[in-house]
């Protein structure tokens, strides 16, 4: 699994900018408003040679009775407790106390931190950052997160105190899949894992927020077995109002990575919000198979169960491949053809097609439809083999693969869907430039 970065410092020390330079894509919002951070913000990034989760975090100011900043400190904390490493920000021109409480904090905290001098723009503020050696800390990186200054020594200094990378999963002899399920709070995770393992295993409660932590269980239902994770829900970010709820969000996050199927489940009565969409994004990142269920059918009429599954569908037509299910976890109607759906998808995850099947497919694909000529160049593909399942992910050998469009590759992984059974996984194909022969 990816590890976990997180960032912090008290207002306006430039978190969010050394946050954006990180991951590379101005993600967060820069201000010169203190303040302007007030949750936390997730991206993956390839920092050191590894896959990470870079965490930005809201202003960290201990001593302040304001509700709102009260709520960042508690994510802070809980940010601090879910990572591998943190990225202390202070700022080379002022010192408050604030920064002391912080460094003391993350000296309690037992968890590796490299300290960054930010907004040391020029050499001159570049030795005045040494100053912050006064909060004792061991070592001061002096950085521009505006400029990018000193960022690829805190790269290398990063990488030497990442955990070091997880081998990779030894194959289960026991042939059973790993299903997550996933949702906002209150969308009926526990309810549904209750009818499924046919147990009082996991705590349902009315109100949102029950469950915490990530609950495995080995589970039977309709003659098929798999292991089920019941994981916390995740709501959108301005609501996590408690440290401990904050901190499940990233354990849900990180059970998408343990498990081969997702289930991301909805209320039917709410519909597709911005957080499962930003959800099931997470899911196609990282290339797992993915099953949407619209939960609590049994409270819609029929014409309202329609509009809910066709407004679902196109609210999530950026991942069309994954099926839209109506059920209802309190009846258990529709549950049966959850339970067929995961068995099919965890089927197309580790599924193998021989490299002759696939290029009889494409000789097909091809005479009927060749990639287009581009830029004065007309690309064509010799040849197509899988190179991994789990997920499943192939490489088109071209004369020209910068000249294939988007259009046609969309068209070609459609294909892939349609020829070989591929209905509730995200593919990929890679399309590499033929070597010429000796």
Not at 306 to 333: I, N, Q, W
Not at 359 to 376: C, D, H, K, S, Y
Request: hydrophobic share 40%.
């Amino acid at each position: 699994m990816r590890p976990i970065v997180a960032i912090i410092g008290r207002p306006n020390v430039g978190k969010s900018t050394l946050f954006n330079r990180f991951v590379g894509k101005r993600l967060a919002i820069v201000h010169d408003e203190p303040g302007v951070t007030r949750d936390r913000h997730y991206a993956d990034a390839h920092i050191a040679g590894r896959d990470v989760v870079v965490v930005d975090t809201g202003g960290f100011d201990p001593d302040s009775d304001d509700p709102m900043r009260m709520g960042i400190a508690r994510h802070v904390q809980a940010a601090i407790a879910e990572a591998d490493v943190v990225l202390c920000v202070l700022d080379t021109t002022a010192s408050v106390p604030a920064d002391q409480q912080a460094v003391d904090l993350l000296r309690r905290s037992d968890k590796p931190v490299l300290y960054l001098a930010n907004k040391a723009d020029t050499a001159e503020l570049e030795a005045a950052s040494s100053t912050l050696y006064e909060l004792g800390v061991p070592e001061l990186f002096a950085v521009s997160g505006l400029h990018g200054r000193g960022l690829a020594d805190v790269e290398v200094a990063l990488g030497k105190v990442l955990p070091p990378p997880e081998p990779a999963p030894a194959p289960r002899d026991d042939g059973l899949t790993r299903v997550a399920l996933l949702g906002r709070p209150n969308a009926g995770k526990s309810s549904l894992f209750n009818r499924l393992s046919g147990g009082e295993k996991s705590l349902v409660d009315s109100r949102p927020g029950t469950t915490r932590d990530p609950i495995d269980s080995l589970v039977e239902h309709g003659g098929r077995r798999f292991v089920l994770v019941d994981t916390a829900g995740v709501r959108r970010r301005s609501k996590v109002d408690e440290g401990v709820e904050a901190a499940s969000v990233l354990r849900a996050i990180r059970s998408i990575e343990r498990a081969e199927v997702v289930v991301l489940l909805v209320d039917a009565s709410e519909g597709i919000a911005e957080q499962d969409a930003r959800l099931l994004g997470l899911c196609v990142d990282r290339m797992r198979a993915v099953i949407i269920g619209m939960n609590k059918m049994d409270e819609l009429t029929p014409k309202q169960q329609k509009e809910v599954l066709a407004d679902a569908r196109h609210a999530t037509r950026f991942a069309g491949f994954a099926p839209v299910l109506g059920l209802s976890a309190k009846t258990g109607k529709g549950v049966g053809a959850l339970v067929e759906h995961v068995a099919r998808a965890a089927e197309q995850f580790k599924k193998r097609v021989p490299t002759a099947e696939l290029n009889r497919f494409f000789e097909q694909v091809l005479a009927e439809r060749p990639p287009p000529t581009r830029g004065g160049r007309a690309p064509r593909i010799y040849y197509v083999t899988q190179v991994q399942t789990s997920p499943p992910v192939f490489a088109a050998m071209s004369n020209a693969p910068a000249n294939i469009d988007k259009s046609y590759k969309r068209f070609v992984t459609n294909q892939l869907r349609k020829a070989f059974g591929f209905e509730a996984v995200p593919l990929l194909v890679h399309y590499r430039k033929k070597k010429r022969d000796a």
